[in-house]
């Protein structure tokens, strides 16, 4: 499984950040807390933050949310679950596979109308919620921005197992929907509309404050 811990939502605090990477260790036999680092400042220069601010305060979140998933998986008990944490600029970045997956990812977003139209309307979403009333960019350079992250973490995600090392296909799990995942990975937008077999998405939300209670 691949928990994704997004650095500007504000939905993974502590709490539900380590009860969810424990949930994850105690249910799946591999599991790899994904958190973009410093992906992620893409995202807070979108909503309108400097470039150096914005990587300041990805690289901090980052750090902050590895300590939360590390404390979850220290919680599995008796599950014999692994937990890997790898970091975007050391372990994913630089993977082939990974630089391979983009190139086409890239290629899909120039070739494929739908495709654009989703990005655009998914990165709209992220650039007008909780924009700062001092962005001094606009909102259509704030998506533009904001693409980059969407497109790199999708690219990850093509080919995770491969890029993680895990024999075997790999669920992404979130606490709500991700409608241009969803349809990214169901092959809406490619020629062929075959849907990626190696990766898929669960919705996972904690409901009450005691452990295990989802």
């Known amino acids: 499984a691949i928990v994704g811990l997004s650095s500007a939502n504000s939905y993974y605090n502590r709490e539900r950040t380590v009860e969810t990477v424990a949930w994850a ?3 799946f ?3 790899t807390a994904f958190i973009p680092g ?3 400042s893409h995202t807070y220069e979108a909503k309108g933050h400097s470039p150096a601010k914005a990587r300041r305060k990805a690289r901090l979140s980052a750090n902050r949310l590895a300590r939360f998933a590390e ?3 220290a919680l599995r008990g008796e599950a014999t ?3 890997a944490i790898p970091r975007w600029n050391a372990d994913i970045r630089p993977d ?5 997956q983009l190139r086409r990812v890239r290629e899909r977003f120039q070739d494929s109308a739908p495709f654009r139209a989703e990005v655009y309307d998914t990165c709209r979403a992220v650039a007008t919620n ?3 009333p001092d962005a001094t960019a606009s909102v259509e350079e704030s998506v533009g921005v904001a693409s980059e992250f969407l497109l790199r973490e999708l690219a990850f995600l093509w080919r995770c197992d491969e890029v993680l090392g895990v024999d075997g296909p790999m669920v992404y799990v ?3 929907r991700w409608p241009v995942f969803e349809r990214f990975a169901d092959g809406q937008f490619f020629e062929d509309g075959r849907a990626l077999e190696n990766v898929g998405f669960m919705v996972v939300t904690m409901t009450r404050r005691e452990l295990g209670a989802w």
Do not use: A, D, Q, W
């Open 38 to 40: 410093t992906l992620s």
């Open 29 to 31: 036999e591999h599991t």
């Open 25 to 27: 260790t105690r249910c």
């Open 174 to 176: 979130y606490h709500k």
């Open 130 to 132: 909780n924009r700062r």
């Open 81 to 83: 679950g692994t937990l």
């Open 96 to 100: 082939p596979v990974f630089r391979e």
């Open 71 to 73: 404390e979850g998986g």
